[in-house]
């Protein structure tokens, strides 16, 4: 059969599809604002080979479930016809790996090809768990290999990857309860995320608001309580010392003990492990010494000591209660099976064991009933075995326990219950101090007082399952899961104020003002930025942090009630956003940066990456824009957020966009004015700020789009000017950031300026502070940025700067060779006439600057990363040289809140705006 048109199939039938790699993102990203996972393929020669008909029949034979897919068509069949019309096999790939995930259980629709370059296409698609989202990709271009080739009778490959894909699938899988609480936590907006690769302990909310998860138990729940109810001899005694009806009975470690124990409380008894769970090793309704005896060796199995007690008659109920109320209540019906008058009893419970309800242990609704020990030693008393063939409508009880684990069912009597049952219930729970926990009691009928019931209570559980009350066989399904969520979030909040800010330039220092202004409003703040991370201004951290694993660390911190977020280009593009929304996204500019990498060929690209903060923002939060950057509307028209502009400038848009009711901030003269809603506010003047050094462009934007983030997020406006005048670009403060020293009556300049861009600001800023003097500048380029841009900055060197010495690190050649970097600054220098000496090493260029200096000379060391320490290595007596912004050096890698200014604020609450116009 040709699967395939016959282009070049002769030439080309021992070629395979190769996956290059793959690339999860787990949260908002450059694809989707959901996770998806990006793989890279190369087609070979079958890149420009379509399908046809055979091909659609083959691959509908083998993945039925294909035919629903709708594809570019918009409705089910879509891809069915676009296989007959002819697609191309990462097409293909595409929809089979989305196909085998929904197989399975999952349900998942995006999905996109395109072509980078030549033979090489990438292909994303959306996935609800990453390991079987990863593995139906694999599979997939192994299946279109085998299909291309010719291959026949794949029924059986195909079944292997079925298979591996459900046991992905099962491991992934998030189990009944705790579904049920993750889907509460997400109709409640609360964010959610795994916190280990078990798969089983969950991290609810943000910050301060942080709470976990563990199945059905939650970081409220009390140590002592679950002890209480591990230990089932314990706990009876707590219950029955407090005036609540338990069963008589008592701990037994030998087969006698057992026996004496029941000879003296009476038949029928029950034997259960004292330390055990799911009903592993009970045995109940026990009418003589020879059934207690062989209970008694099975359950030894199950724990060394057991609990043996007198057997109480009626109807097996489970209460669950969340913080001491009883939300739902089960009834609890033993494993049966109902005769046909032709099945035997095997036979009957292979039948019931094939609903698709039921798991093989607790990652489903129901249980699949097992021929257990219980289950033969129950039949065996009843004088039946697995052959014996029920009457038609013959029920038979499988076993005397009720437990979903061992294959019973539930019916809800929630409405049932009596006010006097439920009060003591309650009361039950308080007892025993667990906020989430599961009273099994055994009752004639619960719709009787108590004082007219007989009942007892048999156990309480520290983990209750929620199956039987999500899903009972019969009655209705409670939402236990939102009464869960209520009880660790009864404000219904579990987030904090966010900020993400992106853009070429200024990130830092942004972040750093957003952050500043925070926590001198008494704000426990979280700052993830270039550099490192920080916890109410305790370094945390060290590096390049300002990706998705970054924002994770400081949303997981529970002192943080506030955080601010460096979101770089590089993270986005790698893992995309840590955070589903943030509350305000800043975009500060889009400038020509990283052209080359990563697939930027253009500003273009670069707004499409960066653009993804401004949409990633919560329906009622704040879209911050630089209204004097090319982008800007185009940044405006992609985020459905509130926007607010910045802009050292009021052009056209800014004012039109006040005109139209919008809020901005802006400079007007030496004014930092801020329109608002309420009308205009003078903030402060440039000279207010010290390090705004009396108007320097770039500090001016970062500052207005700091007080206009600052704002959105809800600080106090009127609080900015004091904060901000205490702001210092210290090395503690602003680490590689416009960082000024004093040396012997020279200043030093330290900045990571490495763009154009960049460079043209660090120029402004060391006009503002030198008095005419010589500009000396120490300068490296970086090896992964196109040659265009690296001779655009050695032109700008020698425009802008004096002297000119350019250098090398070593770990920012980037795959170029040594000298390289710098022949191309020389050549960009050369051709503005302006001859600049060249170093090769970073440190000995920095020494020739400072020899050569004189006093009231600037040196600046742009993107050579310099700090205080190297300065005393190359002075050697760190007595001569201060920071500019200090009385003396201090050291600030550790902690930085002596920096901090006690606030009268403490503990202020952010205050949520209410907006003025739709």
């Known amino acids: 059969m040709k699967l395939v048109d016959e282009k070049k199939i002769g030439d080309i039938v021992d070629e395979e599809i190769e996956l290059i790699k793959q690339k999860v993102f787990e949260g908002p990203n450059v694809h989707a604002l959901f996770p998806v996972i990006e793989a890279h393929v190369d087609l070979g020669d079958w890149v420009e080979t379509p399908s046809n008909e055979d091909l659609a029949y083959k691959l509908t034979s083998l993945l039925p479930e294909i035919k629903k897919h709708t594809c570019s068509k918009g409705y089910e069949g879509g891809f069915l016809e676009r296989l007959e019309e002819g697609t191309y096999p990462a097409h293909i790939i595409e929809h089979i790996a989305l196909s085998i995930q929904n197989s399975v259980g999952s349900d998942v629709s995006f999905g996109r090809s395109r072509r980078k370059e030549g033979s090489t296409y990438k292909i994303v698609i959306s996935y609800e768990y990453p390991s079987l989202g990863s593995l139906a990709l694999e599979r997939s271009v192994k299946l279109v290999n085998k299909l291309l080739a010719g291959e026949e009778n794949l029924e059986g490959f195909v079944d292997d990857i079925l298979e591996d894909a459900e046991d992905a699938f099962m491991k992934e899988k998030f189990g009944p309860s705790t579904n049920a609480i993750i889907k509460a936590a997400e109709s409640k907006d609360i964010p959610y995320k795994r916190a280990d690769e078990s798969y089983s302990l969950f991290s609810l909310g943000w910050g301060k608001n942080r709470k976990m998860i563990w199945g059905p138990e939650t970081s409220e729940t009390s140590l002592i309580g679950t002890e209480i109810a591990q230990e089932k001899d314990i706990c009876k005694d707590i219950l029955y010392n407090h005036g609540l009806p338990v069963p008589r009975g008592e701990v037994a470690n030998s087969q006698q003990e057992a026996l004496d124990i029941a000879g003296y409380i009476g038949y029928p008894v029950v034997i259960k492990p004292v330390s055990g769970n799911h009903g592993d090793g009970v045995f109940v309704n026990l009418k003589n010494p020879d059934e207690l005896a062989e209970a008694y060796s ?26 001491n109320e009883v939300v739902a209540l089960a009834q609890k019906v033993p494993a049966h099976v109902e005769g046909d008058g032709s099945s035997t009893i095997k036979e009957l419970v292979e039948l019931v064991n094939q609903d698709p309800k039921r798991g093989d242990e607790h990652d489903n609704l129901l249980t699949k009933i097992k021929f257990s020990e219980e289950v033969m030693m129950n039949l065996e008393r009843k004088g039946l075995s697995l052959d014996y063939i029920p009457k038609e409508g013959e029920t038979v009880q499988l076993t005397e326990t009720s437990n979903l684990s061992t294959g019973g069912t539930s019916k809800d009597r929630t409405d049932d219950i009596h006010p006097s049952l439920k009060m003591v219930l309650e009361r039950t729970s308080k007892i025993v101090d667990l906020d989430l926990m599961g009273i099994d009691f055994i009752a004639d009928d619960i719709s009787k007082p108590v004082s007219k019931l007989n009942w007892g209570i048999i156990e309480i559980n520290a983990s209750p399952g929620l199956r039987m009350h999500i899903s009972p066989t019969s009655g209705e399904p409670r939402p236990v899961g939102e009464k869960i969520i209520d009880h660790l979030y009864p404000s219904g909040d579990g987030r904090i104020p966010l900020v993400a800010i992106t853009g070429t330039n200024g990130k830092t220092t942004t972040s750093r003002l957003v952050e500043w202004l925070a926590r001198n409003q008494g704000h426990n703040t979280g700052l993830a930025v270039t550099g490192g991370i920080w916890s109410n201004g305790m370094k945390v951290a060290e590096g390049d942090t300002t990706g998705p694993w970054s924002a994770n660390l400081v949303l997981q911190d529970p002192e943080v009630d506030y955080a601010v977020l460096e979101t770089a280009r590089g993270g986005i593009l790698k893992r995309g956003l840590g955070f589903d ?10 400038r020509k940066d990283h052209i080359g990498s990563d697939g930027i060929e253009d500003r273009d690209d670069i707004f499409w990456v960066k653009s993804l903060v401004v949409e990633a923002i919560d329906e009622d939060g704040y879209a911050v824009i630089n209204g004097n950057d090319d982008y800007a509307e185009k940044l405006i028209q992609k985020s459905n957020a509130t926007p607010i502009l910045f802009g050292v400038k009021k052009n056209r848009l800014i004012e039109e966009h006040i005109d139209d009711g919008g809020e901005a901030f802006v400079r007007e003269g030496d004014e930092l004015k801020a329109y608002l809603y309420e009308g205009v506010k003078t903030i402060a003047t440039v000279n207010d700020f010290p390090y705004l050094r009396g108007g320097v462009k770039m500090l001016v934007e970062n500052t207005l789009a700091a007080m206009a983030a600052g704002y959105a997020s809800g600080l106090d406006l009127d609080k900015f000017k004091n904060t901000l005048a205490r702001f210092q670009t210290d090395e503690c403060t602003t680490p590689g950031r416009l960082n000024v020293f004093e040396v012997e009556d020279r200043k030093i300049v330290v900045d990571y300026a490495h763009n154009p861009d960049g460079l043209k600001n660090l120029s402004e800023f060391t006009d503002h502070i030198s008095n005419g003097d010589r500009k000396i500048l120490v300068f490296t380029g970086l090896g992964d940025r196109p040659d265009d841009d690296i001779l655009e900055n050695g032109k700008i060197a020698g425009r802008k700067f004096d002297e000119i010495i350019f250098t090398e690190k070593e770990d920012l050649i980037r795959g170029r ?3 390289e970097i710098t022949s191309l600054l020389k050549e960009g220098a050369e051709a ?19 020899e050569e200096s004189k006093p009231g000379d600037v040196i600046v060391s742009a993107n050579v990363d310099i700090t205080s320490e190297h300065l005393v290595e190359v002075f050697g007596d760190s007595s001569k040289f201060q920071d500019k912004e200090k009385e003396e050096i201090k050291d600030c890698k550790i902690d930085m809140t002596s920096s901090l200014t006690t606030s009268e604020d403490k503990g202020q609450e952010v205050v949520k705006r209410e907006k003025k116009r739709d």
């Open 581 to 590: 929304k943030s509350s305000v996204g800043v975009v500060l500019n889009i």
């Open 832 to 850: 503005v006439q302006k001859e600049p000496i060249t170093i090769p090493d970073h440190m000995k260029a920095i020494s020739h600057a400072l």
């Open 817 to 819: 060779e040594s000298g």
């Open 298 to 323: 099975l359950s030894k199995e199950y724990g060394d000591y057991q609990l043996v007690e007198k057997y109480l008659k009626g109807d097996d109920y489970r209460a669950l209660l969340v913080n």
